[in-house]
């Protein structure tokens, strides 16, 4: 069965610092990847996918993330937090059945890292 | 183009009583799938719709059942509410399958006292 596994529950930052979340998923074949962000009040929205390709795929509002697949690992990244990045931000993975993007029609998610940027 | 509306936003719900849960998809999107979100568990996947079948489903027991309408249209119902049934219920909706971008409603809050 897959999993994935979202070590930093909470991070704390300081504007314009760096931000890494990781993400490191468990499962032996071909794989889709996303990250999702919920703002405060907010429903959740795509932040960023991989399905194939460039393994270094850039999102929206400046996140990027890179899949390693010998690491099992899709962190996220971004060079410069701002206070609006305060969000709860959660991996998630779908198994990719056959040669196609096609899944198993379930996402996994990890349980979520929750981000404060302090102003 | 209108986003996922689930309806209500918010319930309160005793325990024993049984629940049920709206979702209406994006226009022309045919996959729903439901997800339990809780602050230790994060999202649980609950189960996936397409066409009116369900497809998928996760690990949750059987008072937990969901069904699609010929109009894409979801619903799920918890029956015998435990007070661990707390929690956000999320639905997602997909163009046609849950590998492709799933987007999200507000949820509905459901608290069991």
């Known amino acids: 069965a897959q999993s994935v596994s979202q070590h930093n529950h909470h991070v704390i930052l300081s504007e314009a610092a760096s931000l890494e979340l990781g993400c490191n998923y468990s499962?032996?074949?071909?794989?889709?990847l996303f990250w999702y962000v919920q703002y405060p009040g907010q429903h959740l929205q795509l932040l960023l996918k991989y399905f194939s390709g460039d393994p270094l795929v850039k999102g929206i509002k400046g996140f990027e993330a890179e899949f390693i697949k010998s690491k099992f690992s899709f962190n996220l990244r971004k060079p410069s937090v701002q206070w609006s990045d305060t969000a709860e931000y959660f991996c998630a993975v779908n198994a990719r059945l056959g040669g196609s993007n096609f899944g198993n029609e379930k996402l996994t998610f990890g349980t979520g890292t929750r981000l404060t940027i302090i102003p | 183009k209108a986003g996922v509306t689930q309806t209500p936003r918010y319930l309160i719900k005793t325990r024993g009583q049984q629940v049920t849960l709206s979702c209406s998809p994006i226009s022309g999107h045919r996959s729903v799938s439901w997800y339990q979100q809780t602050p230790g568990q994060g999202l649980q996947f609950l189960f996936e719709?397409?066409?009116?079948?369900?497809?998928n489903k996760g690990n949750f027991p059987g008072r937990f059942s969901g069904r699609q309408f010929s109009n894409s249209r979801s619903e799920m119902n918890v029956s015998t509410l435990e007070l661990g049934d707390s929690a956000l219920y999320l639905c997602a909706s997909s163009l046609d399958r849950a590998t492709t971008e799933a987007f999200f409603g507000q949820g509905t809050r459901l608290t069991v006292v």
């Open positions: 719709y397409f066409s009116e079948t369900q497809r």
């Open positions: 499962y032996g074949g071909t794989v889709n």
